[in-house]
C-alpha cells in the first residue's frame, strides 16, 4: 500500500512535539546568564558536530547518488561546509582560534546526535534522513534563531558573529522540496516508513540530548 508523504510527515511531527521538552540553556542564554566559557563549550562542540555532519551527507549523497537524493544530500553536506566557515566567526568573536576548537573536549551526550546521524548515513534508508529532516526543521530552526537573537541582544555580538546560527535558522524552501521528493522516492523504493518515523524521534531526542549537555554546566541562577 502506497504511503502518503504528507500524512506521514504530520505523523512523525507530532510524536516529537509528545517529546517536546524546555531548552535549558537557550533559556538561561535568552537571560543573559550563560557565562563566557559555556559560549566557547557551544563552539568546541559545535566545531566538532558540524565536521562529523558534513561527512555523513557526504556518505549519504555518495549511498544515494541518484536525484533526488543525491542533490539533497550534497547540498546538505556543502551547507555543513557553509555552516562551519561561518561558525568560525562566532569562535573568533570568543577569541579562539582554529586549533583550539579541534582541541576542545566534547560532552559525551553532545555528541550523540551527530554519532547516531553517522550511524544512520551508514545503515539508514534515504528515507530516514529525509524525514528528520521535515519534521525537525521548525523547531530546530527556532533554536537556532533564539541562540541568535540572544547573543545579539544580550551579548553585544554582530551579525557576522552570529551567522552560523542564522544560517541553520532558516532553511531554503528548495532543500526542503528536495527531501520531500527524496522520502516519496524512497517510500517508493520500498524504505520503511515506520523505521524513518522512528529516526525522526531520535533525531530529535538526540538534539534535545545536545542542547541539555550544554546546560549541565550552565549556572542555574
Known amino acids: 500500500m ?17 517529546q517536546a521538552v524546555p531548552n535549558r540553556f537557550l533559556d538561561r542564554l ?12 557551544l563552539a568546541g562542540e559545535l566545531y566538532r558536530l558540524v565536521r562529523s555532519d558534513r561527512r555523513s551527507f557526504a556518505l549519504l549523497a555518495a549511498r544515494f547518488p541518484d536525484a533526488p537524493a543525491g542533490d539533497l544530500f550534497l547540498a546538505m553536506a556543502q551547507g555543513e561546509g557553509e555552516a562551519l566557515r561561518l561558525l ?14 579541534a582541541a576542545y573536549e566534547p560532552k559525551p551526550l553532545a555528541q550523540a546526535y551527530p554519532a547516531y546521524l ?16 521535515l519534521a525537525n ?3 530546530s530552526g527556532a533554536h537556532y534563531a533564539r541562540v541568535a537573537d540572544a547573543l545579539r541582544s544580550g551579548y553585544g555580538f554582530d551579525e557576522a558573529a552570529v551567522g552560523h546560527f ?16 527524496t522520502l516519496a522516492a524512497g517510500l517508493a523504493a ?7 518515523v522512528r529516526t525522526a524521534r ?10 541539555g549537555a550544554l546546560a549541565e554546566d550552565a549556572p542555574a541562577h
Open 2 to 18: 502506497a504511503v502518503d508523504v504528507a500524512v506521514l510527515i504530520k505523523e512523525a511531527q507530532a510524536q516529537l512535539a509528545e
Open 30 to 41: 535568552e537571560a543573559g546568564r550563560v557565562p563566557r566559557a559555556q559560549l566557547r563549550a
Open 88 to 101: 568560525l566567526d562566532f569562535a573568533a568573536e570568543l577569541e579562539m582560534e582554529e586549533w583550539e576548537l
Open 118 to 133: 553517522t550511524q544512520t548515513s551508514l545503515y539508514g534508508s534515504r528515507s530516514d534522513i529525509a524525514l528528520a529532516l
Open 137 to 139: 526543521v521548525e523547531e
Open 166 to 181: 542564522r544560517f541553520f535558522a532558516d532553511t531554503p524552501p528548495e532543500l526542503l522540496d528536495q527531501a520531500t521528493a
Open 190 to 196: 520500498g524504505d520503511d516508513p515506520v523505521e524513518a
Open 202 to 211: 531520535l533525531v530529535h531526542a538526540y538534539e534535545n540530548a545536545f542542547w
